[in-house]
């Protein structure tokens, strides 16, 4: 080994890593979508929509049910069947119930009338029967639009709307709240984080005394191999082909 190699092999060499550091050696695509921030208020939205559907269905039979309550008159009808029916659309999202309400029949100013509601139900099959006698209440403007007097349904109705206000309410917060959230990120942002130091990687260091005649032993063994080997070339390609010709001679001979 000459003077050079050993010069060269005795160099401490402390150098960053040429064009990279430890931090873009394992980055990631930190690239997010835009779309994550208003997923929560596209999502309340959404429920929101649902609400006002919802509200728009039940307000009509509560303030007519209040309106019949206050004014209107009273009678009774004959049950002439009784209807089955499912809430919702029996996915797996929103679970089917099913309900019963009466189709009954009713006389009024002389005038026979039948009247099917199914607004105005129940949830157990047992409280209506064929023929069975119930009192209804009916507008005097419009009697064909009777109602069953059924115990509690004016709080039932009065309860759903407050339900929905109150989901109503909770789907504003979520639509409020994110993009509050985001409008004070944005006036006062996070300070930037300090960048990461920049790690050294020690590429060789100072050999001992005994590290340096170890590493120069292990140099004159490895030049003796290579030395041999290069010698050898020839018979290693002598056995090779004696090899080959022998595995010819036995394929040739099955």
Same mark, same amino acid.
């Given at each position: 080994?000459?003077?050079?190699?050993? *010069?060269?092999?005795?160099?401490?060499?402390?150098?960053?890593?040429?064009?990279?550091?430890?931090?873009?050696?394992?980055?990631?695509?930190?690239?997010?979508?835009?779309?994550?921030?208003?997923?929560?208020?596209?999502?309340?939205?959404?429920?929101? *929509?649902?609400?006002?559907?919802?509200?728009?269905?039940?307000?009509?039979?509560?303030? &007519?049910?209040?309106?019949?309550? *206050?004014?209107?008159?009273?009678?009774?009808?004959?049950?002439?069947?009784?209807e089955?029916?499912?809430?919702?659309?029996?996915?797996?999202?929103?679970?089917?119930?099913? &309900?019963?309400?009466?189709?009954?029949e009713?006389t009024?100013?002389?005038?026979?009338?039948?009247?099917?509601?199914?607004? &105005?139900?129940?949830?157990? #099959?047992?409280d209506?029967?064929v023929g069975?006698?119930?009192?209804?209440?009916?507008?005097?403007?419009?009697?064909?639009?009777?109602i069953?007097?059924?115990?509690?349904?004016? #709080? #039932?109705?009065?309860d759903?709307?407050?339900?929905?206000?109150?989901?109503q *309410?909770?789907?504003?917060?979520?639509?409020?709240?994110?993009?509050?959230?985001?409008?004070?990120?944005?006036?006062?942002?996070?300070?930037p984080?300090?960048?990461?130091?920049?790690? &050294?990687?020690?590429?060789?260091?100072?050999?001992?005394p005994?590290?340096?005649?170890?590493?120069?032993?292990?140099?004159?063994?490895?030049?003796?191999?290579?030395?041999?080997?290069?010698?050898?070339?020839?018979?290693?390609?002598?056995?090779?082909?004696? +090899?080959?010709? +022998?595995?010819?001679?036995?394929?040739?001979r099955?």
């Amino acid at each position: 080994m000459t003077e050079q190699e050993k *010069a060269v092999g005795q160099q401490d060499i402390t150098r960053p890593t040429a064009g990279r550091t430890p931090s873009s050696s394992k980055s990631k695509s930190s690239s997010k979508s835009g779309f994550g921030p208003f997923f929560w208020p596209l999502w309340s939205a959404s429920l929101l *929509a649902v609400g006002f559907i919802g509200l728009s269905d039940a307000i009509p039979p509560a303030r &007519y049910d209040h309106a019949i309550h *206050a004014s209107g008159g009273e009678t009774t009808a004959t049950v002439v069947r009784v209807e089955k029916g499912f809430t919702g659309s029996g996915t797996r999202i929103h679970v089917s119930r099913p &309900y019963w309400y009466p189709v009954f029949e009713t006389t009024i100013d002389g005038r026979t009338r039948v009247t099917d509601n199914p607004r &105005y139900h129940t949830r157990s #099959e047992d409280d209506w029967a064929v023929g069975q006698r119930i009192d209804v209440l009916y507008d005097t403007d419009r009697p064909e639009e009777a109602i069953p007097d059924i115990p509690g349904i004016t #709080e #039932e109705l009065d309860d759903r709307i407050r339900a929905i206000v109150g989901m109503q *309410a909770l789907t504003v917060v979520g639509i409020v709240g994110p993009l509050l959230h985001l409008w004070y990120r944005r006036r006062h942002p996070k300070p930037p984080k300090p960048p990461k130091p920049v790690r &050294y990687i020690k590429r060789h260091r100072a050999r001992t005394p005994l590290e340096q005649a170890a590493f120069e032993r292990r140099e004159e063994k490895r030049a003796a191999l290579r030395a041999a080997r290069l010698a050898r070339q020839g018979t290693d390609e002598e056995w090779r082909a004696e +090899r080959e010709r +022998r595995f010819r001679d036995r394929a040739s001979r099955r």
